[in-house]
């Protein structure tokens, strides 16, 4: 059972445009959705945290939304450089009481120059 | 920067063989996780250690694996008898607190296993 689903699953841009890549989850309850970048062969490294009552949180030209009521969430990044081609990962943080994360698939996207 | 380190980057390993996986979590940590990520899959977890033991661990965890914190600066991940689809590549985790509210996980770059 897949509780966090990202689409699209790969997608390629021109270097200098803005893309927004999706996120459902059905974990529940859930303490905050975090968005992750990983490097191909590294590890990943986080974007940003939103806890269940933030609607949006900006990291320089990444920008993450919530909608807690239908479950979503979004990465929107603006002008896009060659260095933004990476794993775009969504990921659910557990309840209180547990520690797991749960990860996405991720988007893959390619920065085209 | 504070980071997670992990050793060796890259194992090579005979089916049966056991392998010791390596990390070095950020120091005031106390929480510790190994991850991982099986090419071209998503990254799953395996086990949570807090306070010198396992706090939380997945299905995936099963006897062939066990952790240690060894000696206050290491945690490690051993698999005991490995198999081809234990290869994949293994990531160390740390944070402060437990991951909820806005606690960071700060992530290792993985250790790519391959089992032959």
């Known amino acids: 059972k897949n509780q966090v689903e990202q689409s699209p699953q790969s997608l390629i841009i021109l270097e200098g445009k803005n893309c927004t890549l999706q996120c459902n989850y059905t974990v529940s309850p859930f303490s905050n959705l975090r968005w992750y970048k990983q490097d191909t062969g590294r590890g990943p490294v986080s974007l940003t945290i939103m806890t269940f009552s933030e609607n949006t949180k900006s990291n320089g030209r990444y920008t993450a939304t919530l909608d807690a009521d239908t479950k979503q969430s979004s990465l929107h990044i603006t002008a896009s450089q060659l260095s933004d081609s990476a794993s775009y990962i969504c990921?659910?943080?557990?309840?209180?009481?547990?520690?797991?994360?749960?990860f996405g698939k991720g988007t893959m996207l390619l920065v085209s120059p | 920067e504070p980071e997670v380190t992990q050793t060796p980057s890259h194992q090579v390993t005979q089916m049966g063989q056991e392998v010791i996986l390596r990390c070095v979590p950020i120091?005031?940590?106390?929480?510790f996780y190994w991850y991982r990520q099986i090419l071209g899959q998503k990254v799953e977890f395996l086990v949570s250690?807090?306070?010198?033991?396992?706090?939380?661990k997945s299905e995936i965890f099963d006897d062939q694996f066990s952790v240690e914190r060894p000696d206050g600066s290491n945690f490690t991940l051993k698999i005991r008898s490995t198999k081809l689809e234990d290869s994949a590549m293994y990531f160390c985790a740390s944070s402060e607190l437990r991951v909820m509210g806005n606690t960071e996980a700060f992530f290792g770059q993985g250790t790519r296993l391959t089992v032959v």
């Open positions: 250690f807090y306070n010198n033991e396992i706090s939380e």
């Open positions: 990921v659910v943080s557990p309840p209180p009481g547990y520690s797991t994360l749960t």
């Open positions: 120091s005031n940590h106390l929480y």
